[in-house]
């Protein structure tokens, strides 16, 4: 009864997690071509503030996929510490058999491949997007604040 629940529970964490990582990523991806669209024209000052909130969002995205990035790793570093904690538990208490020992060594082994590996690079991706201190704010130029209206030469 235990194996169908455990199945179920990192299905349910592999769908949550991978949808989440691919969301992000298609949002960021949303951003930047509107990013594109709006450096690639004059600008008014509507177009400008607009410019800076979406280079805000994707800078909280990479912030948000930052903080997530490392809850990843504490949880992989649990799992391989669970198993060296149960070798030595069982070298010392004799807990298992050779054989349970050895499926629930598989077992940590698959979470940590399966899910930590893939996410963290997935998040890594997603945290290294450039948001307005990348070469965005480089490639525009305003000289002077503007009125509601004006364009800008980019």
Known sequence: MVVPILLILMSL??????????????????????????????????????????????????????????????FGFIYVATVFLLVWLNSRYGLFTYDGLLSNMKLTMMIVILFFTPGYIGLEVISNTEGASGDIAQRLRFSEELKPGEEVEV
């Open 13 to 74: 964490l592999f769908v949550i997690m991978w949808s989440w990582i691919i969301s992000i990523f298609v949002q960021n991806v949303k951003l930047k071509n509107r990013i594109e669209e709006l450096i690639n024209q004059p600008l008014t000052m509507e177009q400008k503030e607009e410019l800076d909130n979406l280079q805000l969002d994707l800078d909280t995205n990479a912030y948000r996929a930052r903080n997530a990035k490392r809850v990843v790793l504490i």
